[in-house]
């Protein structure tokens, strides 16, 4: 990588006393800013450390100085020096005048993309997301620069407080042949992104520092005109985007939305559930967690849609190495909450807990499920589903608190079954290869398997998990897939989007040659017709056994089906998501 700083002229407008100890200051080209309070000893930041420099207070003739030597302060409290990507920020008191200055170092990091740059080659609308100082806007003007020099677009870029292509009326050399347009006060920038399109026709438009739902809004305008949009906001992780009302509309917005009982039973949810309103304004998200890795969202609207139906995602993390090469991981959940990464040559085994399965001989029991709550009404009830959206659980706990074992790693796991069909159960395991054992007793359970309706109505049964602190798992149905997604969710494995040819196994286990074509039938109309087309397909009349195990398959798929006709016509209508 290649930075430019122009370090000096940053220090030629502190006083000579702080100018001379800087000069010659060991961590000088790592010095990421200088802070003067009035009455306060002059400090000097760099990455990993904070040091004065000098045991005199700081005194008013000393800011007077500093200020006299910079351009004009604007609205948002913020100067810069001409040509350079130096920012000056003034702390004022209730009369307004300025007794503080942050004096922020600003480099041009030429190079600091290559772990996007495939992504930035694209065309699509990428967010950066990150905590201050962990170099978003270097990465936003080196986007830019790209954008304009490499790759030949039109590329404008919105520069609200000169931060980007640096203060005077020429922009800084390092946003290369990208156009700037500056903003006369903060609170119109929204203005000056809609004027950028109507008036200089660009390809790409650069944001820096979405903060307003204004702004938020303008962005929608822009990308639905076909403009790549490339920004920053507020907002640390897309959580943080989710739950702020008014930055969620960059992610495709949040909505209340009340189910029908059938389709409320489809997916085992409550009724009303929290969904995404429309697309994202951004389709690809970088969260920026440090400046050697980021946090790739590839899609934005997947990352939204997992969030709020209670899956983790599984995002690219992408860091450089000392060698500068660029390496790509995907980051999974693991038990228990915790994350850890795959290689991409690497596979996911069924899921381990390194600190134990059980606390005392028992499975650590997951979290209680709340009573029924009061209706509550407005934003509080919007709150509350978003939350329970977030983290979302389809369990009975009995404690409050998490224990590590102190057994290790401790399977298999041993489950007991409660109404749901053993046989189906020791298929699942025996194809899937799972690592469970079935029993027949209770105290030697570390998790018990039922069926929802027989827990609901069975208060023996809660009890007797509830002593022994055994957590039950519930199902819907005693089908496979059903079967499939409780072991699966039990043992923390992700489930897979696409179904893959070892769990189209579990249908064909012991089939006979018209069973086996009937299922084959079924799995090429979903994935010919029905997925990729989005159009309802008709099958073959089959035997109500045969309709049984398709309408199995189709149910692993995620889709709805239902039978029609009369025996011996009978058959199966398969619908799109």
Not at 338 to 344: D, I, N, T
Not at 437 to 454: E, M, N
Not at 502 to 525: G, M, P, V
Request: net charge negative; aromatic share 2%.
């Amino acid at each position: 990588m290649t930075i430019t700083d122009d370090l000096q002229k940053l220090l030629d407008i502190l006083p000579q006393d702080l100018r001379q100890i800087l000069e010659k200051h060991s961590q000088r080209d790592s010095l990421v800013e200088v802070v003067l309070d009035l009455g306060r000893r002059p400090e000097a930041r760099f990455p990993h450390q904070a040091e004065y420099l000098s045991e005199k207070p700081v005194t008013q003739e000393q800011i007077d100085d500093c200020i006299q030597r910079v351009g004009t302060f604007g609205g948002d409290n913020r100067a810069g020096i001409e040509q350079t990507l130096h920012r000056i920020s003034a702390i004022r008191n209730r009369n307004g005048k300025i007794i503080g200055l942050t004096c922020r170092v600003g480099r041009a990091v030429f190079g600091t993309i290559g772990m996007i740059r495939d992504l930035v080659e694209t065309g699509r609308s990428i967010l950066m997301l990150g905590r201050p100082g962990v170099g978003k806007t270097t990465a936003l003007r080196e986007i830019a620069r790209v954008l304009a020099d490499e790759l030949h677009k039109r590329v404008v870029i919105i520069d609200t407080s000169n931060e980007i292509a640096g203060d005077g009326d020429v922009p800084h050399p390092a946003i290369g042949k990208a156009r700037r347009m500056q903003v006369a006060h903060p609170e119109l920038q929204h203005q000056v992104m809609i004027e950028a399109v109507e008036n200089h026709m660009p390809e790409v438009i650069v944001i820096d520092e979405i903060g307003t739902e204004l702004e938020a809004l303008a962005a929608r305008t822009i990308a639905e005109r076909g403009v790549q949009l490339v920004g920053t906001a507020h907002g640390n992780q897309i959580e943080n985007l989710i739950k702020n009302p008014t930055l969620s509309d960059l992610v495709g917005g949040i909505q209340a939305v009340t189910l029908g009982d059938e389709e409320a039973r489809r997916r085992g949810s409550q009724k009303t559930v929290l969904e995404r309103k429309a697309p994202p304004t951004f389709e690809i998200a970088v969260e920026m967690m440090e400046r050697q890795r980021w946090v790739v969202h590839e899609s934005v609207a997947d990352t939204v849609d997992s969030l709020l139906r209670g899956r983790q995602p599984t995002p690219q993390v992408r860091t450089v190495d000392e060698n500068g090469k660029v390496n790509i991981t995907r980051q999974l959940t693991a038990i228990n909450g915790r994350s850890h990464s795959l290689g991409a040559e690497e596979s996911v085994v069924p899921a381990r807990q390194a600190n134990g399965w059980r606390a005392s001989g028992q499975m650590v029991p997951l979290p209680p499920v709340t009573p029924e709550r009061e209706k509550l009404s407005g934003r509080s009830e919007f709150d509350r589903l978003l939350n329970e959206s977030l983290d979302y659980t389809d369990s009975f706990d009995f404690s409050d608190t998490r224990h590590s074992g102190p057994n290790g790693e401790d399977l298999p796991l041993h489950v007991y079954p409660y109404g749901v069909s053993r046989s189906q159960l020791e298929q699942v395991i025996q194809v899937l290869n799972l690592p469970v054992v079935l029993t027949k007793d209770i105290d030697s359970a570390d998790a018990i398997l039922a069926l929802r309706s027989h827990v609901k109505n069975h208060a023996k049964l809660r009890q007797m998990a509830r002593a022994r602190q055994v957590p039950i798992h519930m199902i819907k149905s005693s089908t496979i897939p059903q079967i499939t997604r409780g072991l699966r969710r039990l043992l923390n494995i992700d489930e897979p989007e696409i179904t893959d040819e070892r769990e189209l196994q579990l249908f064909l286990h012991s089939a006979s040659d018209d069973e086996i074509d009937a299922l084959e039938e079924a799995r090429l109309a979903v994935e010919n017709i029905v997925i990729p087309k989005g159009q309802p397909v008709e099958l073959l009349p089959r035997s109500p056994q045969v309709r049984k195990m398709q309408h199995e398959l189709v149910e692993h798929y995620r889709l709805k089906s239902h039978s029609f006709g009369e025996e011996p016509n009978r058959r199966l209508r398969i619908y799109p998501a």
